[in-house]
Structures are given as C-alpha cells and as structure tokens.
C-alpha cells in the first residue's frame, strides 16, 4: 500500500497520538489539551467574516436545455456569462 503524504498539521497530531499511547503503556496520565491549547491548533477553511457581503451564493436552477447549449457553446466561463446576461435583462425588465 503506498504511503500517504502528510502535512505538517498530521504529522504532529499523529505523534501526538503515538506519544499518548506510549504514555498510557507505561502507566502513564496522558497529556491533557487545555483551552489554550486548542485555541492554538490551526482550523481548516477559510477565517470567518472573510467572504464579501455580496460575494455569489450557490444555488440549484433548472435550465431548458437549449438555453443551456447556448451558453456551454460560447467555451470556457459561460456561468459568467450568463450571469451577466441575466443581470442585463434585470435592467430593463422588473423580475416580479
């Protein structure tokens, strides 16, 4: 079985967990994570409150598939475009 790269993060927590084992082996109390400890640890994912206000949301819509052709047909980036397009017709039709 190949071996599994692992980063910084994984190596740590995984001598970590052979240190407690250890431990535990010779009778030992296994190390206790304070607070302050895990306060520490570095979070996966990006920091909170950094996404924009107005950044786009991912949502489920159904399309007519020629519509759908159109816009696949023009390469690379057509959700840009047709982004643009539906906020075009916005400008000059009122969506409800």
Wanted: proline fraction near 4%; hydrophobic fraction near 40%; charged fraction near 30%.
């Amino acid at each position: 079985m190949p071996k599994e790269k692992m980063d910084d993060e994984m190596k740590a927590f995984a001598a970590d967990v052979l240190a407690s084992i250890a431990q535990a082996k010779r009778g030992e109390q296994a190390r206790a994570h304070t607070a302050a400890d895990i306060a520490t640890y570095k979070t996966r994912g990006r920091p909170a409150g950094s996404t924009k206000k107005d950044s786009k949301q991912a949502v489920t819509v159904r399309y007519s598939p020629d519509v759908l052709q159109a816009f696949r047909a023009t390469g690379k980036g057509w959700q840009a475009r047709m982004n643009d397009a539906l906020k075009d017709w916005l400008q000059t039709h009122s969506p409800a």
